[in-house]
């Protein structure tokens, strides 16, 4: 259980794996900062957990403009120190290589890479100074494997796990825990908004044969906020139905 005034940051939480981890580190004790890029969506989110007993606040923002991760940082910094951040924001766009824009890869590495990168670089330099801290970059499985007409998506996922193994290197001794979570498809409206036949064709590839739920990441990101996961550093967790074994 966290300290009654820990706050957890998560970004992208309006819906999908964002919403069940801020449900879930809230019901763990923490004070989380619901961000999204719809503010509609981020209060709906906090009103749900307030509704359940925890304590939560909306926050909305973009995560690759400087200006709105400096105001989601100043919202967590008001409630309490942050203990956590969960790097969850992110979108997906399905098309086949030969018709991506650079438009579309800037954009996938805006919200995944450069949203990652400014939220931790927000919120690191006081929980260096306090000496603890952790932080959970949301990966993919296809960041390890890739994917058929998700190669900017691949890439994207990829690049996070590679900041993530980086990033624990430089910190982990001064007591900041960086790991990322390699979620298989899971049922969440960006999974939906893939094809039908993408879907069908990733499901009949699982060994588990079927996609997982966001509750069930969201214990994965639960214990790796937690003192039980005190030894994992740099380390990419896979909630994946069997997608990828390692």
Known sequence: ??????????????????????????????????????????????????????????????????ADVAAIAARGEALGPCAVLVNNAGYVH????????????????????????????????????????????????????????????SAAKSAIIGMTKSLAREVSKQGVRVNAVAPGPINTPLVRALSEDWQRAKAAELPLGRFGEPEDVAGTASFLASDDAKIYVGQTLGPNSGDVML
């Open 94 to 153: 399905q098309a086949r290589f030969v018709d991506l824009t650079p438009a579309d890869f800037d954009r996938m590495f805006a919200v995944h890479v450069r949203g990652a990168f400014l939220c931790t670089k927000a919120v690191l330099p006081g929980m260096l100074e306090r000496g603890r801290g952790s932080i959970i970059n949301m990966a993919s499985q296809l960041g390890q494997i890739g994917g058929i007409e998700l190669v900017h998506y």
């Open 1 to 66: 259980m966290a300290n009654n005034n820990s706050v957890a940051i998560v970004t992208g939480a309006g819906s999908g794996i964002g919403l069940a981890v801020a449900q879930r580190l809230a019901r763990d004790g923490f004070v989380v900062v619901v961000n999204d890029l719809a503010g509609e969506r981020a209060e709906t989110a906090a009103a749900s957990i307030r509704a359940a007993g925890g304590q939560a606040e909306a926050v909305a923002g973009d995560v690759s403009q400087e």
